[in-house]
């Protein structure tokens, strides 16, 4: 009798979860019936302990499978639930960080327009006016010369364009750089530097030159007695520039190391 309670109690709880408590209640009932019954046995005792111990083991059994059977909860979208931690929000972006400044190009020429001097002590006014014209401002080279200061021994220095060009230009950008002797490598980097700065914010430069040079294509340039020029352009990241020359119509402009320029500015200076 024993093997066959165990046998229904077993079949019992392989059913559905609905009939796994009805079989629970089943091992019960039968285990205390099966109790009563052999009560009465001069084996009764083991008989008893017997029928507990299969309800035990058939009670468990109906635990098991009753877990087994049961389906793991889902979210709306259908995916499985999970206790893990949710994810970290994405940390905010940084608002206060001023974005980079774009690289100036390789090479720029400014749109400027073109002028020869009206005069042979004229250059200063010459070279200001040709650099102003590639901001889109027009001055006459007379207006320009009594800004200057300009007489028949020519324009005084870099301070006076460096005066006249922030009288003009908004926001007076231009400062005056010197070099009492000549050039040192730092100060060649800072005047590259300045051009590259200068025609990239679409603003001309004025040097005051004073000797011999030679420019890219061997073309001499010889001004014993000082004189004055624009920058308007720049290529391979500010190493050679393109000078608008007013002396003379017939070569307007050349391109120059800009190792060459600073070292034509010796005891001079610029306007940038």
Known sequence: MKHTLKRQLRRLATQRPYQIAAASAAAVVLASTTGALLSGADHAPAAQRGATAVAAELRSDARI??????????????SPTTSAPAAKKAANPDLTRKPAAPK????????????????????GPA????????????????DLAARLGTTEMGTNSAEDTTRVLNAVVKGSPYKTTMFPSAPRPAQMDQ???????????????????????VDTDGGWHSFGGGHYIAVVGYRDQGRTVKIADSANPAVPSYW??????????????YSA
Not at 65 to 78: H, M, V
Not at 197 to 204: L, M, S
Not at 256 to 269: E, K, P, Q, V, Y
């Open 191 to 213: 005047l590259q530097a300045d051009i590259v700065r200068a025609i990239t914010d679409g603003r001309g430069v004025v040097a005051n030159i004073v000797g011999d040079a």
């Open 127 to 142: 070279a200001t006016r040709n650099a102003l014209s590639a901001a889109g401002i027009e001055r006459s080279q007379d």
């Open 104 to 123: 100036p190009p390789a090479s720029k020429v400014l749109d400027y327009d073109y002028q020869a001097q009206t005069t042979y002590f004229y250059c």
């Open 65 to 78: 499978a009753s877990l087994g059977d049961q389906q793991p909860t889902t979210s709306p979208a259908g």
């Open 256 to 269: 120059i190391t800009t190792i060459d320029l600073a070292n034509w500015m010796t005891s001079r200076g």
